[in-house]
């Protein structure tokens, strides 16, 4: 390719072919009413405005303890064959998958992260202007899917912390909606429903409706957390990660489990060759370490005992958690809350909080490694009072 005509501004040959009276497309009806605004806004752009690097990166619920040594060496042999594009099927690592989860291949699909998922299950099942159900405040890239496809967004408020499964069925069933989304365990309130109620929720679930489980957390969530579920069961999808437990969010690979008839229906409107060569040898091989796993279970578990410990330590509650993450209440408004995840970014600390009130009482800390929670420990109470004073100010 001659990358030359491509050097804006540069091209003499033609003045005339690109003049100012062309007005380029007017955007489709949709994205012409969608909010400019991007849902989120990375670290990177964070250190950027500050003009340094963070010293603690707790904010994005990703896995410090990092992906197994085998995904490692995995990707590094799989570096050499990305000439290639990947396969279009991910058939290998289906197959793994069926044999670790017992879901024929055929219920399994592969795709660009949960995120990646969510728009293509959006996409497959809501037309513009459609009810579709999920919570306020909830995981925000199912509702940014929602409204990027032009279907109508049901948000049902939480309740006690918790997404309100009772309430987002019978807004389901009231709506006539054919999606509605449930995270368990739940970001950014780590709160969790047991299996069990899920099961019995898919009991009143209106026919013709899809549980969309985002299970991004299951390997965090205590054993009774996790439905049994049958991998032909029409009524529910389920989506996992390599993202957080795995320590691959960098490398964009997730999975659904559903009918074969839904699963099928994806290759109606994926993107075919979205998941790439080195994804897909790393998640064969995280799959395959389940000692890394371990150790990495084992270590969260110390961190949010730790998260934990340091927010008491400086007067504040922290809520149990079934995820990497520990969400804080600060006992106050979305305020301090605000406050607070500025004056840590100050001091060199990346972390998160809930978007809705009530639940913006908090702040949400990932789990780190114990460098990244000593710098946290060391600037939490100098940042509290920051943001104390600031809000006393305003
Ligand atoms: C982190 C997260 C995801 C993102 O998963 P990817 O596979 O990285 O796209 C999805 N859902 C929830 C609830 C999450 O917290």
Known sequence: MN???????????????????HRGPDLSAIAAGLPAAVPFVGPETLERARGAPFRARLGANESAFGPS???LAAMAEAARGLWQYGDPTSFDLKAALSRATGAPAASIVVGEGI?????????????????????????????????????????VPYREDREDLPALIARAAATGARLVYVANPDNPMGSHWSGA???????????????????????????????QIGPDDPRVIRMRTFSKAHGLAGARIAYAIAAPSLAAAFDRVRNHFGVNRMAQAAALAALH???????????????????ASIARNAGLVPLPSATNFVTIDLGADGKLARALVAALAEHGVFVRMPFLAPQDRA?????GTDAALDVFEDVLPAALATARSAVDRA
């Open 115 to 155: 995120d990646g998922l969510l728009g293509n299950l959006v996409r497959l099942l809501a037309d513009p202007g459609a009810p579709v159900v999920t919570s306020a405040g909830a995981y925000p890239t199912f509702g940014y899917h929602v409204r990027g496809f032009g279907a109508r967004l049901e948000e």
């Open 69 to 71: 040594p085998k995904a």
């Open 197 to 227: 109620d899920i099961e019995a929720a898919l009991e009143t679930l209106p026919a013709g409706t899809l549980l969309c489980l985002d299970e991004a957390y299951a390997e965090f969530a205590p054993d009774d957390a996790l439905p």
């Open 3 to 21: 990358t030359a005509a491509f050097a804006y501004g540069r091209n003499t040959a033609n003045p005339d072919a690109a003049g100012a009276s």
């Open 289 to 307: 370490d389940g000692e890394h796993l371990a150790t990495v279970k084992a270590a969260t578990e110390r961190a949010k005992a730790r998260i």
């Open 363 to 367: 702040i949400r800390v990932t789990v």
